[in-house]
Nanobody, 128 residues
Framework: VQLQASGGGLVQAGDSLSLSCAAS??????????MTWFRQAPGKEREFVAG?????????HYLDSVKDRFTISRDNAKNTVYLQMNSLKPEDTAVYYC???????????????????WGQGTLVTVSS
């Protein structure tokens, strides 16, 4: 499975931005993958942002600081996961990575070591 993230850019505080992550290779099994966005700000550890569990669960989970501003969604027909980011803040500045994993239990979802596949990252810069 290969993941291609896109949509990053430079925006001002309060603006919106939408990220996409297209998966190639999973065939009809994409819907079974847990798809998640992580981010890594300069000098900081990579952190969980939002995740969408695969078939059988189909639940969404968010980092507390983004849950009222970001929305994760997926289109299984297009093998794509999205992250709609509204009311962006300078502290949202980071490289955003999408990740995919299978057979993931809820308690593992926020752990980056649980994921088998990673996209290349897309930079989001929010100016004040």
């Amino acid at each position: 499975v290969q993941l291609q993230a896109s949509g990053g850019g430079l925006v001002q505080a309060g603006d919106s931005l939408s990220l996409s992550c297209a998966a190639s290779g999973p065939g009809g099994t994409f819907r079974s993958y847990t798809m998640t966005w992580f981010r890594q700000a300069p000098g900081k550890e990579r952190e969980f942002v939002a995740g969408y569990r695969g078939s059988g669960a189909n639940t969404k989970h968010y980092l507390d600081s983004v849950k009222d501003r970001f929305t994760i969604s997926r289109d299984n027909a297009k093998n794509t996961v999205y992250l709609q980011m509204n009311s962006l803040k300078p502290e949202d500045t980071a490289v955003y990575y999408c990740a995919a994993g299978r057979n993931m239990i809820l308690s593992s979802m926020r752990n980056q070591n649980s994921y088998h596949y990673w996209g290349q990252g897309t930079l989001v810069t929010v100016s004040s």
